[in-house]
């Protein structure tokens, strides 16, 4: 199979990775015996003209949408989005539509979704500059509407008051121009869980975060100069394995997820575990990553990490290639 990997200067906040991690892919994509031809497209006409070109029959894009920002991922409302273009001309691809990635990305859609499907979500509000915060309870945890990979996430996010509260949101609408989602803090453990494949095929591999505690700041969350570095580790669930992997499957079901995402949870004050987000371009530096840390924690080769990611990257294209097959 020809397949054509997509990224730009958006590559890394969006989706698996920079240029480097970009190459990774391309790398175990032809390990599996497929072409991979990669494509690099700084504009929305760039993009057209790749797909004018043709040449592959399947297209796995690090990009939700078309966009010079290298810093953050935003809503892009009246841009491109891969998606729409690719249903647009019946082009197959790895993971969901756009419809799909637009509710992953906007993390108040996400939580209103999950939580009409009875699927764990914080207390959460939207709040903007010029809101009224009544009714806020607190500590409450302060993020941007629509980031990912822990952008826009400190020390600072977890706000005591109002007094701190506005600062915050005034904070990510100045940096971000996005609103913000107030969320109950939860203080608890972080987990995740990398859900792969569709339908009876599907798999739910959950895993407990791990950072060393020399790392944290004041609270226990997971700052964005703690992640892609490698400062945090994937281990065994334990106890919460099969609660983990049971919520992730809800999650994906309730938002139709296709191929692979992942799903990051964390546990309030009770214990309870709430989702946090719902990934639909997982991270894929080799090692550091979570998705290709979850996938050696459960099929670890006697070869090492580096085949266990190859073989991560086959069964995701095969899981694409499947669903583009029936298609076609």
């Given at each position: 199979?020809?397949?054509?990997?997509?990224?730009?200067?958006?590559?890394?906040?969006?989706?698996?990775?920079?240029?480097?991690?970009?190459?990774?892919?391309?790398?175990?994509?032809?390990?599996?015996?497929?072409?991979?031809?990669?494509?690099?497209?700084?504009?929305?006409?760039?993009?057209?003209?790749?797909?004018?070109?043709?040449?592959?029959?399947?297209?796995?894009?690090?990009?939700?949408?078309?966009?010079?920002?290298?810093?953050?991922?935003?809503?892009?409302?009246?841009?491109?989005?891969?998606?729409?273009?690719?249903?647009?001309?019946?082009?197959?691809?790895?993971?969901?539509?756009?419809?799909?990635?637009?509710?992953?990305?906007?993390?108040?859609?996400?939580?209103?979704?999950?939580?009409?499907?009875?699927?764990?979500?914080?207390?959460?509000?939207?709040?903007?500059?010029?809101?009224?915060?009544?009714?806020?309870?607190?500590?409450?945890?302060?993020?941007?509407?629509?980031?990912?990979?822990?952008?826009?996430?400190?020390?600072?996010?977890?706000?005591?008051?109002?007094?701190?509260?506005?600062?915050?949101?005034?904070?990510?609408?100045?940096?971000?121009?996005?609103?913000?989602?107030?969320?109950?803090?939860?203080?608890?453990?972080?987990?995740?869980?990398?859900?792969?494949?569709?339908?009876?095929?599907?798999?739910?591999?959950?895993?407990r975060v791990r950072v060393e505690e020399k790392h944290y700041g004041r609270h226990n969350i997971l700052r964005s100069d703690l992640r892609g570095v490698g400062l945090t580790r994937i281990h065994e669930a334990g106890e919460r394995a099969e609660e983990v992997a049971e919520l992730a499957g809800k999650a994906v079901e309730a938002m139709g997820c296709l191929d692979h995402v992942r799903i990051d949870l964390k546990a309030d004050a009770a214990g309870a575990l709430r989702i946090m987000e719902v990934n639909g371009i997982p991270g894929l530096k080799p090692l550091k990553s979570w998705a290709p840390q979850?996938?050696?924690?459960?099929?670890?080769?006697?070869?090492?990490?580096?085949?266990?990611?190859?073989?991560?990257?086959?069964?995701?294209?095969?899981?694409?290639?499947?669903?583009?097959?029936?298609?076609?």
């Amino acid at each position: 199979m020809r397949i054509l990997l997509l990224t730009g200067p958006g590559g890394d906040a969006q989706g698996w990775g920079d240029m480097s991690v970009t190459r990774s892919v391309a790398e175990a994509v032809s390990a599996a015996g497929h072409e991979a031809r990669t494509a690099y497209v700084e504009t929305e006409a760039e993009f057209r003209r790749t797909l004018d070109a043709g040449g592959f029959d399947l297209v796995w894009s690090a990009l939700y949408h078309i966009s010079s920002n290298e810093k953050f991922i935003g809503r892009n409302e009246e841009g491109l989005w891969v998606a729409d273009a690719l249903d647009g001309r019946g082009i197959p691809y790895v993971g969901s539509d756009s419809r799909i990635m637009k509710d992953m990305i906007d993390k108040f859609a996400t939580h209103t979704i999950l939580a009409r499907a009875g699927v764990p979500v914080p207390a959460h509000r939207l709040l903007g500059p010029d809101d009224d915060p009544a009714g806020i309870s607190y500590p409450a945890f302060v993020k941007p509407m629509c980031e990912s990979r822990s952008v826009g996430i400190s020390d600072e996010s977890v706000v005591a008051d109002e007094r701190e509260l506005r600062r915050r949101v005034e904070y990510v609408a100045r940096e971000f121009a996005q609103a913000a989602l107030v969320e109950d803090f939860l203080p608890g453990d972080e987990y995740t869980a990398l859900v792969l494949g569709n339908g009876a095929g599907r798999q739910c591999l959950p895993g407990r975060v791990r950072v060393e505690e020399k790392h944290y700041g004041r609270h226990n969350i997971l700052r964005s100069d703690l992640r892609g570095v490698g400062l945090t580790r994937i281990h065994e669930a334990g106890e919460r394995a099969e609660e983990v992997a049971e919520l992730a499957g809800k999650a994906v079901e309730a938002m139709g997820c296709l191929d692979h995402v992942r799903i990051d949870l964390k546990a309030d004050a009770a214990g309870a575990l709430r989702i946090m987000e719902v990934n639909g371009i997982p991270g894929l530096k080799p090692l550091k990553s979570w998705a290709p840390q979850l996938y050696t924690l459960f099929h670890a080769s006697p070869l090492g990490e580096l085949e266990d990611y190859r073989n991560l990257i086959r069964d995701i294209i095969a899981c694409a290639g499947a669903r583009a097959k029936s298609f076609r």
